[in-house]
């Protein structure tokens, strides 16, 4: 597996709080994304960054913001969850002059909202 | 915008039986296509891409750009091929991937 690691890999929070997600690559890609995985909807992009402090919103931004202050680490950060935000959260990396296009994806992190 | 339509949810074969996944696309532009996928427990990873033109795990897929499609397939299907398989889509200058909904592709002993 690529250096792509994910944390927490589990968590089970309450509706209304704040929650942060970690992705960190010890790959030194330029690309990072967050997607939400869920039955019937696929993969779908929540945000992504092409660079340090870059970001730009996917096609299920609302609810989710993003920072990248370094290369290595993505937050992805619900701000007040809610209960449709209950999902399995993937970051992935990706870098065109090093693996071509190819996008490589850490283990995810299973979010419960209550 | 960019959109992967992936028909079938759920896709039964017996072992041995030819498997094809379908993808279609819409994009205006020149489309670079993947199909990736997740076995059970495992990350997501890629299978293959159309740029290359490769065959992975017996499993081939042609870009059709007349039918907007880029369907995966296998002559003769395994039970290690039972997986997840989502079809992909990368657009703009910033790398941006769209996925399809997937495919749950069982392969019944």
């Known amino acids: 597996d690529a250096g792509i690691t994910q944390s927490p890999r589990h968590k089970v929070t309450e509706t209304g709080t704040p929650v942060t997600l970690r992705c960190h690559q010890t790959e030194n890609h330029r690309y990072m994304y967050w997607y939400r995985q869920d039955p019937g909807h696929g993969l779908r992009l929540i945000h992504y960054s092409y660079g340090v402090k870059d970001t730009d919103k996917g096609e299920v931004s609302d609810g989710y913001s993003v920072s990248r202050s370094k290369t290595e680490d993505f937050l992805l950060t619900l701000e007040s969850a809610t209960s449709s935000q209950t999902s399995v959260y993937f970051c992935a990396i990706s870098d065109r002059h090093t693996t071509g296009n190819e996008q490589f994806f850490g283990p995810g992190t299973r979010l419960t909202v209550l | 915008a960019q959109r992967v339509t992936q028909p079938e949810k759920l896709l039964s074969v017996f072992k041995g039986a030819p498997v094809e996944l379908k993808c279609n696309y819409s994009?205006?532009?020149?489309?670079?296509l993947f199909w990736y996928v997740q076995y059970s427990r495992q990350r997501l990873q890629l299978l293959l891409r159309h740029i290359s033109r490769e065959s992975i795990k017996g499993f081939t897929a042609d870009l059709n750009k007349g039918e907007t499609s880029f369907h995966l397939k296998k002559p003769f299907a395994q039970e290690e091929d039972s997986a997840m398989y989502y079809c992909a889509l990368l657009s703009g200058g910033y790398q941006k991937v769209t996925f399809g909904t997937g495919t749950k592709l069982q392969v019944i002993p």
């Open positions: 994009y205006s532009g020149s489309p670079e």
